[in-house]
C-alpha cells in the first residue's frame, strides 16, 4: 500500500493547533490578571467616599475632653520610655533578656514564686546558687527601674495621660501616620502596666502612701485608656492592668494599715473612673477607625480580600496589615461598609441584654456561626481567616460585650470594697449591710448584673474570722448567675467572671488562699 508520509506529516500539527492555542491565551490571561492585580493593589489612588478620620476625631470629641495634647501618643511614649530602660539589662550567662518586665517585677510583686520559678526554668542550666543571683539581679534591676520613672520620662508623659483626659485632639484625615499613633505595641505596655504593679507594693512597703496613691492612679489610667481610646483594639490589657492592681489593693487592705487618708484618696481616683465613655461610644469609634483604615489603603472599589502580615501586628511599626494583598481584588467595600454597621447595631443590642439573655444569644450565633471556634474579646491576626472574616464573626461583639461587662464589675467592685474599709475606718467595725454605706461613703450600690435575682452584690460581716482570716464577704455571684456562698477560685482572681469557672464567685474582698499541701 502506498502511504502519503508528506501529507500526514503536515496534517498532525494542525490537530494540535487548536490546544496550543488555547494554552497561549490562557497563559496571556493569567499574566495580565496578575499584571492587574499588581496595577490595583499599588497603583491606583484610592477614591476617598467619607471622610472618616474627620468623622472619628469628632466621636471622639463628643464624649471625651478637648485639650490640646494627645493623650494617646503620651501614653505610647511612657511605655517605650519604659521598654529602653528595660533593654537595658541582659544576662549573659542565660541570655535572658529584660525588655518587658515580667521577669523583673514578678520578683517583687511575687518573690518567693518566682524565685522557684527561675530555679525550675533555668534548673538545667545554672546552679542554685547561680539561679539565686540571677532572681537578685533581677530584682535590683526592677527596683532600679521603678525608682526612675519620675527621671525617664514615665511619669511625665503619664501625668500628661491624665491632665489630657485621653482625648485624640488631632485624627489626620486617612492619614498612615495617625494610625501609627493611636496602634499600640502591647508587649511595653504590658510591661508598663507591670511598672505600676511593682510600684505599688515597694510604695506599700516603704509607707510611702503619697506614691502608692500616684502608682494605683497611673496603672488605673493606662488601663482605661487602652481600654477607651479609639483605636485601643485589645480590651484584654486594659483589664488585666485594672484586675492586677485592684487584686493588690484588696490583699494590701486586708493585711496592712492604709491610713485614712490615703483610702479617701484611693476612693477619690476610682470615682474617677466610673463616667468613662460607654461601651457604644468605644464601638462606634472603633467602627469609624476601621472604616478609615479600609478606605485608606482600598479605597472605594474595597480590596479586601487578603492575608494579614504576620509581623505587623497590631502597631504599625514594621508594616502595616493591609500592604500584604493576596487573593483577588473585588469591589466589596459597600457590603463590607454596611456589615461594619450592622454588626455595631448588634453589638448595642448585646449591651442592653441581661446577662442570661446577652449568653443565651450568644450561644445561637456559635451555632449561626458553623461551630467556628472564637473565644477572644478582640479579632486576632494570622495567615488563616481574613480581617473582614475575623470582624464579622458573629462571636465577635458577644465577647467584647462580656469583657465590658467584666471591666464594669472590677471597679464597681473597689468602690464598694472602699467604702466597706472606709466606714470601718472610720465608725471602728464593719457595716451589717451594705445599705449603711449610702451615702456617706457611695452614692449608691451598683448593681451585680450577674445576679438575675435581686441584683445585688452580696456583702456578709463574718463575726469571727474564717479559716482564711476574712472577716467579711464582699462579692458578685459570677459567670454561673449562682450564689455559691463567696467560694473563690485559688488561682487569678477574675475566673468567675469567665465561663469555665463554675460553682465560684467574684470575690473583691479576700486574702490570700492557703496553699494546697500535697499529700
Avoid at 490571561?29 to 499588581?38: C, K, P, Q
Avoid at 472618616?52 to 501618643?73: C, F, I, M, P, V
Avoid at 487573593?327 to 466589596?332: A, E, F, I, N, S
Avoid at 451594705?434 to 445585688?456: A, F, K, M, R
Wanted: aromatic fraction near 10%; hydrophobic fraction near 35%.
Amino acid at each position: 500500500m502506498h502511504v502519503n508520509l508528506r501529507r500526514h506529516s503536515l496534517a498532525r500539527p494542525a490537530r494540535f493547533r487548536p490546544v496550543l492555542t488555547l494554552v497561549l491565551v490562557t497563559l496571556t490571561l493569567i499574566v495580565g490578571w496578575v499584571g492587574l492585580e499588581f496595577w490595583i493593589a499599588y497603583s491606583l489612588t484610592p477614591t476617598v467616599q467619607h471622610n472618616y478620620g474627620k468623622l472619628l476625631r469628632e466621636e471622639a470629641e463628643s464624649w471625651q475632653g478637648t485639650g490640646d495634647d494627645n493623650g494617646w501618643h503620651y501614653l505610647v511614649e511612657a511605655a517605650r520610655a519604659f521598654e529602653e530602660y528595660g533593654k537595658r539589662f541582659s544576662d549573659e550567662a542565660t541570655g535572658t533578656t529584660w525588655s518587658n518586665g515580667s521577669w523583673a517585677y514578678a520578683t517583687i510583686t511575687k518573690p518567693k514564686e518566682t524565685r522557684v520559678l527561675i530555679h525550675d526554668t533555668f534548673g538545667s542550666e545554672l546552679s542554685p546558687e547561680n539561679a539565686d543571683r540571677l532572681f537578685e539581679t533581677l530584682r535590683e534591676w526592677a527596683i532600679d527601674s521603678v525608682e526612675s520613672f519620675a527621671t525617664n520620662g514615665v511619669d511625665e508623659n503619664l501625668e500628661r495621660l491624665l491632665a489630657s483626659d485621653y482625648a485624640l485632639s488631632e485624627i489626620a484625615d486617612s492619614s498612615l501616620e495617625s494610625q501609627r499613633v493611636v496602634r499600640i505595641q502591647h508587649t511595653p505596655m504590658r510591661g508598663l502596666v507591670a511598672g505600676m504593679q511593682a510600684r505599688l507594693v515597694l510604695s506599700a512597703q516603704r509607707g510611702d502612701w503619697a506614691d502608692y496613691c500616684k502608682a494605683f492612679e497611673y496603672g488605673l489610667a493606662i488601663g482605661w485608656a487602652v481600654r477607651y481610646q479609639p483605636g485601643g483594639l485589645n480590651r484584654l490589657v486594659g483589664d488585666a492592668a485594672h484586675a492586677e492592681l485592684i487584686e493588690l489593693l484588696s490583699g494590701h487592705l486586708d493585711t496592712m494599715k492604709i491610713p485614712l487618708t490615703t483610702m479617701e484618696s484611693l476612693r477619690a481616683i476610682v470615682a474617677r473612673y466610673t463616667d468613662r465613655p460607654t461601651s457604644e461610644q468605644m464601638y462606634r469609634s472603633n467602627e469609624l477607625l476601621l472604616l478609615n483604615d479600609m478606605q485608606y489603603y482600598f479605597g472605594q472599589g474595597g480590596r479586601l480580600i487578603m492575608t494579614e502580615c504576620k509581623a505587623s501586628g497590631s502597631n504599625g511599626e514594621k508594616s502595616h496589615w493591609f500592604t500584604n494583598v493576596h487573593g483577588l481584588w473585588k469591589p466589596r467595600w459597600d457590603s463590607f461598609e454596611r456589615a461594619i454597621k450592622e454588626a455595631t447595631v448588634e453589638y448595642n443590642q448585646i449591651t442592653r441584654m441581661s446577662f442570661r439573655e446577652h449568653e443565651d444569644a450568644y450561644r445561637q450565633a456559635r451555632e449561626r456561626s458553623a461551630g467556628v471556634f472564637f473565644d477572644m474579646s478582640q479579632p486576632q491576626f494570622d495567615d488563616l481567616r481574613s480581617f473582614e472574616e475575623k470582624w464579622l464573626d458573629e462571636s465577635i461583639a458577644y465577647q467584647l460585650a462580656r469583657q465590658d461587662l467584666k471591666a464594669d464589675v472590677l471597679i464597681d467592685g473597689v468602690r464598694l470594697l472602699l467604702a466597706v474599709e472606709l466606714l470601718s475606718a472610720t465608725e471602728g467595725n464593719y457595716p451589717q449591710a451594705l445599705g449603711e454605706l449610702v451615702p456617706t461613703y457611695i452614692d449608691s450600690i451598683p448593681i451585680d448584673p450577674y445576679d438575675q435575682i435581686n441584683n445585688q452584690w452580696r456583702y456578709q460581716r463574718l463575726e469571727q474570722p474564717d479559716e482564711t482570716g476574712r472577716q467579711f464577704v464582699l462579692y458578685c455571684v459570677g459567670f454561673d448567675m449562682t450564689d455559691n456562698g463567696g467560694a473563690r477560685p485559688r488561682g487569678y482572681f477574675t475566673q468567675a467572671l469567665d465561663s469555665y469557672s463554675d460553682g465560684m464567685d467574684f470575690v473583691i474582698s479576700h486574702p490570700p488562699l492557703p496553699e494546697v499541701v500535697d499529700e
